[in-house]
């Protein structure tokens, strides 16, 4: 199992380092499924773009004497289902992180345990769709760090992340891809500027993939799958806001 981890992980480091290998065996970028369901074509090119010529590029961090004064709250700021809401009454000491899908070790894992593992802090800069930034310390376990802890199965090529929040009747989700999940600067984080994650930024935890814009960011995590595919999961577009059309799958930076 060992050899099959360090298989997985040399192979998608080799592939975020050359564009020449990423070009001939990039199985998503090239399949015609997931650029006619998934990807607009101008979409398309820049996903190529980033993933031939940017796949490893690290998003600029910041000092703390840069960090803005106020750092607004975006999308849903409390969850309404009853489930969330227990969890925020007892301070989450009971709320665990449920990993499911085409991994090896389907587990629940709890808050104190992603504490436990090692963590990344980064200062970085949150850019919003509607044209807003603010740049904020986030404090986090790597997401890669998880998903090694639950093994991924060879055909697994996206991590979804089912939330706690819904707009209308529909429960949010968002998807990234291997290349992003595994990526230094994608965490989990569970800390917002030094203190716990506050329920208005995503309490107990959220998303940080630094290198898309803000709707990405899927905040009030409850569930994170490893899928093959994005076809069945709500309307087949990759996340909430990409099924109603409004904004696309690869909101790249």
């Known amino acids: 199992m060992t050899r099959r981890l360090m298989t997985r992980r040399a192979a998608l480091t080799g592939l975020v380092a050359s564009p020449m290998i990423l070009s001939g065996c990039d199985r998503l970028g090239q399949s015609p499924s997931f650029r006619n369901i998934v990807l607009s074509s101008g979409e398309w090119l820049s996903y190529r773009m980033h993933r031939l010529f940017g796949a490893n ?42 990993v499911s899908g085409l991994v090896e070790e389907p ?3 709890p808050l104190a345990d992603l504490r436990a593992m090692p963590s990344r802090t980064q200062i970085t800069r949150h850019d919003c769709v509607e044209g807003w930034s603010a740049i904020g310390k986030w404090t986090g376990v790597p997401l890669g760090a998880v998903l090694d802890r639950v093994m991924l199965k060879p ?14 009747l529909s429960p949010y989700y968002e998807s990234i891809d291997l290349v992003d999940a595994f990526h230094p600067q994608t965490i989990l984080a569970y800390g917002m500027n030094g203190s716990d994650l506050s329920q ?12 898309q814009l803000g709707y990405k960011h899927a905040k009030f995590i409850m569930e994170i799958e490893a899928v093959d ?16 059309g409004f904004y696309e799958w690869y909101a790249g930076i």
């Not at 208005?200 to 290198?211: F, K, M």
């Open 155 to 168: 055909e697994a090529r996206y991590i979804v992340f089912r939330c706690a929040d819904a707009l209308g």
């Open 57 to 98: 590029a690290m998003a600029r961090e910041y000092t703390e004497a840069e960090m803005s004064p106020d750092f607004r709250t975006n999308g849903s700021t409390r969850p309404q289902s009853a489930e969330y809401q227990r969890h925020l009454a007892n301070g989450f000491a009971t709320w665990s992180l449920k």
């Open 200 to 211: 208005g930024h995503g309490a107990p935890i959220r998303l940080r993939v630094e290198r």
């Open 229 to 244: 595919s994005l076809s069945d999961i709500g309307l087949g577009r990759g996340g909430y806001w990409e099924d109603t």
């Open 107 to 109: 587990q629940a894992i």
